[in-house]
Structures are given as structure tokens and as C-alpha cells.
């Protein structure tokens, strides 16, 4: 269970000194002359002059570290927070994968930052597609199968619950993906929509599995989108690998006050009622789709949306924007040909749904 991060890791980044800046060089306190900033702020406001914002804020801020640490029950030194998930995406596919040498692995159709890191890298893609005949379900045979037989490996991405999908990746089923990349890769379990679900996080786990990553966000359940808050939890090895190439102060002090905000005193509260009315939500648009002979396939999602197929996805798509209502269209990606996905809003939002969708039935 236990690996050497660093031997699947690529060897220039485990051998560079990383830049350290002043934040990390030195506290913060007394006479800053250390970092290059102005000594005062020229705006006269008091959040300004709150946040010092004539100063570099702290790279991983301590008490934003801590709280997330507690939150998610691991240990501070497995955190590392970046400017959302796909920062943590990016950060991994930089220090594990060689230009032209090491791979990913993704399960399509999935989020699609993977690829684009992976493109970004130059890194070889490998798919293991999903089965859209059985409800979008990975092939986990063919997924260990291919890890075992392709060279380079380095990072399996998998997500749970899964976008646009909706479907979970069980604990017996990541499990087996560890095993098989043990020693030889990373598997980057990305929980971005895990609150919307009863399924535990694989958070437990990561201390257990040295070579297992998890993917967290403020983005989805805790409403805190525009603040750009992903949190990668992982063993200190692969922390402090991350954090050799990250950028030296990734978090403005304005977001970093959000983030806090987000997550304490009455916002716990307001999150786990948003959570439950939209699972309230997910339960009600799907007793309605259920109704609709015109759809051809609804998906039994675990997160905050649902992906429908229909025969005429651009039509649909267009239909509802006529009335003002925006909805994704997949059709274009493989395996999702008239595939549209429905995120769950308001009461009033789902309402206004609803009906556009009947009309739309109706002269259909």
C-alpha cells in the first residue's frame, strides 16, 4: 500500500530546487521588506485595508488549511489548495507525466480538463471508453487490463459522481484500480459532486493508499463557485511535490477570505440545505423526465444534474434558451450523441424547466 512517490514521478521535477518566495522564506510579521510590496495601499476602503491588499497573501493559508483539514478528517500536511480543481488537475499532470513519454488514463465521456491537460502536457491520452449501452458504467476489467498491459502510466482519472454521467465508482471498484496501479501510477479520484450523494469519500482512504488522490471543491455544494477554491488531498509526498511547481501565491487574499466564509459559522447550515433541496430537486425532475415519452434515456444521477438523450438535442437545447433557460449540450462528444445535461436550480428555476419541457413534448 505504501509507494515511492517519487519513482513514478518525473525525475527533473524531483530534482529541482523550487523557487521559495518571501511568504515562504520568512514570516509575515514586523517590517516586510523582504517581498517587493508597497508599504500602503492607495484605496480607501476598509476591506482593502482589512485584507492588507498591498501584500502578498500567505501561499497555503494556514487557517483556511486547517479548517479544510478538519472538514474532510485528514491530516493538514495531505492539503493543498489551489484555484479549483482544475489547478490540481493541471499540477498533476505536470509533475507525473513526461512530454511525449508517460500517460493518463480517462473513462469517457468524462470531465473534459483531463484530456485538456493531458493535450496541454503532451502527454499520451489513454480511453477506456464507457459503456453507454449499460448505463454509462466503466468497464473496470478492461480499465485494470489496460493499466497492466500500456507503458507509462502514471495517472487514472476517475471520477465519482461522474460528469455528465452521474454514476458513482464503488469503494470495492477503486479499490481493485489501486492494486493495479500500484507502484506504477497514481489514481486521482475527483469527488467534486460527492456531498449531492450517501456515498462516503474516499477521503479515509488516502492514508491507506499512499498513491491514491482525491479531488475536492467549494465550487459545487458549498455555492462558493466565483471563489475558485479546489483542495487536492493526497499523501505529503505528492503534496510536496505539487507544491514544487505550483505558483508561488496561487490564492488572492479576497478569495481566501471567501473560502472561509464559505465554510464556517451558519454557512455549514445553509450548505446541507441547499444539498438536500437538491436531491429534493434531482427526485422531483426525474419522476417528471419519467413521464416524458419523447425522451429516450434518462440517467439516474447521484449529482447535482441529469443527462437526458433525446432526438433532437440542438432543437431542445434551443427551444429552452427561446425561453431563457440554458441547458448543456453533450451531442457533439462521442457517446453522447442527443445527450443533454439538466442542472438542478431553484424551485422557480426547476418550474420554469418543467414547463418548457412539456411545451416542448407537446409539439414534439
Known amino acids: 500500500m505504501k509507494m515511492d512517490i517519487n519513482s513514478i514521478a518525473r525525475p527533473e521535477i524531483v530534482a ?7 511568504r515562504n522564506s520568512a514570516a509575515a510579521d514586523g517590517i516586510l521588506l523582504n517581498a517587493n510590496e508597497a508599504p500602503t495601499t492607495h484605496v480607501n476602503d476598509p476591506e482593502w485595508q482589512r485584507l492588507s491588499l498591498n501584500r502578498y497573501p500567505p501561499p497555503q493559508p494556514a487557517l483556511l488549511r ?23 488537475i493541471d499540477l498533476l499532470t505536470r509533475v507525473f507525466c513526461r512530454p511525449g513519454q508517460d500517460a493518463m488514463v480517462e473513462c469517457s465521456p468524462c470531465f473534459g480538463m483531463y484530456r485538456i491537460a493531458a493535450t496541454i502536457q503532451g502527454a499520451r491520452l489513454i480511453d477506456v471508453p464507457r459503456q453507454a449501452g449499460n448505463g454509462f458504467q466503466i468497464d473496470f476489467e478492461k480499465l485494470e487490463r489496460v493499466i497492466n498491459e500500456q507503458d507509462g502510466v502514471r495517472l487514472v482519472f476517475l471520477t465519482s459522481p461522474n460528469n455528465p454521467t452521474g454514476d458513482l465508482v464503488g469503494r470495492a ?19 467534486a459532486y460527492i456531498e449531492f450523494c450517501n456515498a462516503d469519500s474516499a477521503c479515509e482512504l488516502v492514508e491507506q493508499w499512499t498513491h491514491l488522490v482525491v479531488l475536492r471543491t467549494l465550487s459545487k455544494a458549498w455555492a462558493a463557485a466565483g471563489v475558485r477554491c479546489g483542495i487536492v488531498i493526497a499523501d505529503p509526498a505528492v503534496i510536496g511535490l505539487l507544491q514544487r511547481v505550483i505558483a508561488p501565491y496561487p490564492l488572492a487574499a479576497m478569495a481566501i477570505d471567501a473560502a472561509l466564509q464559505a465554510i464556517s459559522g451558519d454557512a455549514i447550515s445553509r450548505k446541507n440545505q441547499l444539498v438536500d433541496s437538491i436531491r429534493t430537486g434531482r427526485a422531483d425532475l426525474l419522476r417528471f ?7 429516450r434515456v ?4 447521484e449529482a447535482n444534474f441529469v443527462l437526458l438523450r433525446v432526438a433532437d438535442a440542438d432543437g431542445l437545447v434551443d427551444w429552452c434558451a427561446e425561453r431563457g433557460i440554458r441547458i448543456r449540450n453533450f451531442t457533439s462528444q462521442a457517446q453522447l450523441e442527443g445527450c443533454v445535461r439538466l442542472t438542478i436550480g431553484s424551485a422557480d428555476e426547476m418550474t420554469a424547466l418543467k414547463s418548457a419541457l412539456q411545451d416542448y413534448g407537446e409539439r414534439a
Open 298 to 301: 434518462v440517467t439516474q444521477s
Open 66 to 88: 486547517s479548517r479544510l483539514a478538519e472538514m474532510y478528517a485528514v491530516d493538514e500536511s495531505m492539503v493543498l489548495i489551489t484555484r479549483g480543481s482544475d489547478e490540481g
Open 16 to 22: 529541482m530546487k523550487p523557487y521559495v518566495s518571501a
Open 173 to 191: 471498484q477503486l479499490e481493485g484500480v489501486l492494486k493495479a496501479c500500484e507502484g506504477r501510477a497514481l489514481v486521482v479520484l475527483d469527488e
Open 289 to 295: 423526465l419519467s413521464g416524458c415519452d419523447w425522451i
